[in-house]
Nanobody, 126 residues
Framework: QVHLVESGGGLVQAGGSLRLSCAAS????????MGWFRQAPGKEREFVAVINWSGGNTNYADSVKGRFTISRDNAKNTVYLQMNSLKPEDTAVYYC???????????????????WGQGTQVTVSS
């Protein structure tokens, strides 16, 4: 049974920073691509960032490129999202997700991910 637990969300002023963490259990963490997604009120869930199983490759949504950094520590079974220069439009519930398939190509579509955390709220005030 895969279990993902996000933490690190909160309220921050525009221009500030937050670091989200997602602790995983249940499968060999280092075998699976991990992604971050977000969902704002009234909007569809959208891709934010992805990191492959080894940590050697990453990809970002254009809206966060240059401001957010995804990383992972396979020894700690944890993936991170460092968010800098936050904007009010970054306000959303942030979810981490784990790919269904072992050592799969990085995907940006949420349907490719079989396991999800409960989400953590990020609110950026102007």
């Amino acid at each position: 049974q895969v279990h993902l637990v996000e933490s690190g969300g909160g309220l921050v002023q525009a221009g500030g920073s937050l670091r989200l963490s997602c602790a995983a259990s249940g499968r060999t963490f280092s075998d699976y691509t991990m992604g971050w997604f977000r969902q704002a009120p009234g909007k569809e869930r959208e891709f934010v960032a992805v990191i492959n199983w080894s940590g050697g490759n990453t990809n970002y949504a254009d809206s966060v490129k240059g401001r957010f950094t995804i990383s992972r520590d396979n020894a700690k079974n944890t993936v991170y999202l460092q968010m800098n220069s936050l904007k009010p439009e970054d306000t959303a519930v942030y979810y981490c997700a784990q790919d269904r398939l072992r050592r799969a190509t990085m995907m940006t579509a949420s349907k490719e991910y079989g396991y999800w955390g409960q989400g953590t709220q990020v609110t950026v005030s102007s």
